[in-house]
């Protein structure tokens, strides 16, 4: 599949703000990162949870495992944010139906990810050049861009708006 050079560079921002291309521990840029949350170390301060999957083969959680805790709350925020747009699990096996993915390769969820855009009309917002339209259209899904209603804060407009023209002028 070849991807536009605008589209690419959105993709590029969204790994960015979903902090998985530029995670310590990624071996391919971000695409086999699982959802990172805070444990308790043994001083009793809160630390990062890092971890990477190697096995492309299908989402990570698709075995049953367990989601992780990314946040104690209250509530308590549980994940299977996977791969380099934070896939949840739960979302996995439509699009893997929908898009005849056979795998989580890197591949297949760029396959996702621009389908996911192309349903809120993002990936058509990109080609008009209305990137912060399409960061706004996308919000419901990245819980790093503004607007989100994760309750994870996020990114600053300008901050994805600064980040993407890095990626397209590149």
Request: hydrophobic residues 35%.
């Amino acid at each position: 599949m070849t991807i536009a050079p605008s589209l690419k560079a959105f993709l590029d921002t969204i790994a960015v703000s979903e902090g998985t291309s530029r995670e310590d521990i990624t071996q391919n840029d971000g695409y086999d990162v699982i959802v990172t949350g805070e444990v308790e170390g043994s001083n009793g301060c809160l630390m990062r949870h890092e971890e990477i999957f190697t096995d492309y083969s299908d989402h990570p959680f698709a075995s049953g495992r367990p989601a992780v805790l990314v946040r104690e709350g209250p509530p308590p925020l549980y994940s299977t944010a996977s791969g380099r747009y934070q896939l949840e699990f739960r979302w996995w096996p439509a699009y893997k139906t929908m898009l005849h993915l056979p795998d989580f390769t890197p591949q297949s969820q760029d396959a996702v990810a621009i389908e996911q855009m192309k349903e809120r009309g993002a990936v058509a917002l990109i080609a008009a050049g209305d990137i912060q339209g399409a960061i706004t259209a996308c919000a419901s899904i990245w819980a790093s861009f503004p607007g989100n209603d994760y309750g994870q804060g996020g990114n600053t407009m300008g901050a994805l708006l600064e980040q993407y023209q890095t990626f397209v002028n590149g």
